[in-house]
Each structure stands twice: as structure tokens, then as C-alpha cells.
């Protein structure tokens, strides 16, 4: 499968520390996304890093990729309760099939 | 834009019944995709179509399960008979897409089925 896999499942942590979820991956890719979904609603694309880049930042988040060890992590800085959710990533294949491979997900939770 | 729109929201159905899930794409966008998530296997992609034509079904679970995209504006899923197991969020996802690399997706509010 070229599904990626995120780790960890799910993490809790307070308002104000900051959370990073990791993603690997198995094929070569053009880029790598990350989306977010609250719950009961639908995903929501948050930020793209190309292969070519290794960090790409965005507000209060930032992304790393390392294409060596195919893995990527999403950080976010002084968490808020409102970002609680789940973050899925999702690669572009170099070959193959024009949709995005979505990983299992991670569970945040930021509590108040 | 509307964004992505689904219909219904929410959908309640006895086993054997048909369900139809409606989705209206991003003006523009000319892929779609219908995923089907649930707590037990996560998000899976079904089927997705580039300018009206399907061009991978092979995560359609079994042949109870259909796809048409009859114009750029509209497509639907259906599922019949359904069954208890069908159970589960559907969205919808638009892009553009112009050979690779790929780009965002834009997701709808979801179809939540159950089938009782």
C-alpha cells in the first residue's frame, strides 16, 4: 500500500506546549500535504511542501520533509484548544496515479 | 464559491434499501473523488473521475456500489442493497488536475449513512 502512516495515533497535550505528529510514507513523491479535520466535518488542507523543499512554514505551523527517510512531521507551536482535530498527510506519487495517498490519521486533542 | 456540497447531510436507511449520495464539485475543478471513512479502516478512496470519466474504481468495495459523474457539475454514489456494514462518512473531494504534480484537494461536509 502507498498509504502513509502516521504516528503517533493520538496525543494530548496542554494549551500553550507544542505538538508534532510524523508521517512516513513508502513511494517517491512530488509532494506531500497535510489536512486537518475536525470532528464531523470534512478535511481541510492546511499547507504543501514540495519534494524539492525540506521545511516550509505556515502561522503557527511548520513542516519538515526529509525525502531520504521518506517521512515528514507537522509541528504546531503554542497549541490553542481550537486545534484540536485529527491531521491526515497525503502524497502526490512521482508515478503513477493522479490522487493523493491519505495516511491513518492523528488524533489531537489540546485541553484548556 | 459554495465549496464542495453533498446531500444529504445525514441519511438513515433499513438494509436493502437503495441510498443515493449527491455530490456538487467546485466550478472549474475537473476531478472528483468519493471516499468513504470509518473508525475501523479510516479514510478510503472508492472512486474518482478526471473530466467525467472514471478512471479508478477498484476501491468500489463490491459491485452493490456505483458511480456516475453525468456532467461536470454532478455526480452520485449509490448503493444497492445496502447493508449494515455500509455505515459510515462519505465525502466528496474536487481539484484541479493537470497531469502532476497534484494539488489540493477541497472536501465536502460529508454524508453520514446508516443503515439499520
Given at each position: ?6 504516528d ?23 509532494n506531500?500535504?497535510w489536512?486537518?479535520q ?9 499547507i ?8 516550509k ?9 526529509d ?8 509541528l ?5 484548544a481550537?486545534d ?29 | ?15 436493502g ?6 455530490c ?9 473523488f ?25 476501491g ?57
Amino acid at each position: 500500500s502507498q498509504q502513509g502512516e502516521e504516528d503517533p495515533q493520538a496525543l494530548s497535550i496542554q494549551e500553550g506546549e507544542n505538538a508534532t505528529m510524523n508521517c512516513s510514507y513508502k513511494t517517491s513523491i512530488n509532494n506531500l500535504q497535510w489536512y486537518r479535520q475536525n470532528s464531523g466535518r470534512g478535511l481541510v488542507h492546511l499547507i504543501l511542501i514540495r519534494s524539492n523543499e525540506r521545511e516550509k512554514h505556515s502561522g503557527r505551523l511548520r513542516v519538515t520533509l526529509d525525502t531520504s527517510k521518506k517521512s515528514s512531521s507537522l509541528l504546531i507551536t503554542a497549541s490553542r484548544a481550537a486545534d484540536t482535530a485529527s491531521y491526515f498527510c497525503a502524497t502526490d506519487p512521482r508515478e503513477g496515479a493522479n490522487n493523493l495517498f491519505f495516511g491513518t490519521g492523528t488524533r489531537l486533542t489540546v485541553i484548556p | 464559491d459554495a465549496g464542495v456540497i453533498q446531500s444529504p447531510r445525514h441519511e438513515v436507511t433499513e438494509m436493502g434499501q437503495e441510498v443515493t449520495l449527491r455530490c456538487k464539485p467546485i466550478s472549474g475543478h475537473n476531478s472528483l473523488f468519493w471516499y468513504r471513512q470509518t473508525m475501523m479502516r479510516g479514510l478510503e478512496l472508492l472512486i474518482y473521475f478526471n473530466n467525467n470519466v472514471p478512471i479508478d474504481d477498484s476501491g468500489m468495495p463490491e459491485d452493490r456500489f456505483s458511480a456516475k459523474m453525468p456532467n461536470a457539475s454532478f455526480s452520485t454514489l449509490k448503493i444497492q442493497p445496502s447493508e449494515p456494514r455500509d455505515s459510515a462518512v462519505y465525502f466528496c473531494a474536487s481539484t484541479l488536475t493537470q497531469g502532476k504534480p497534484l494539488y489540493e484537494q477541497y472536501f465536502g461536509p460529508g454524508t453520514r449513512l446508516t443503515v439499520t
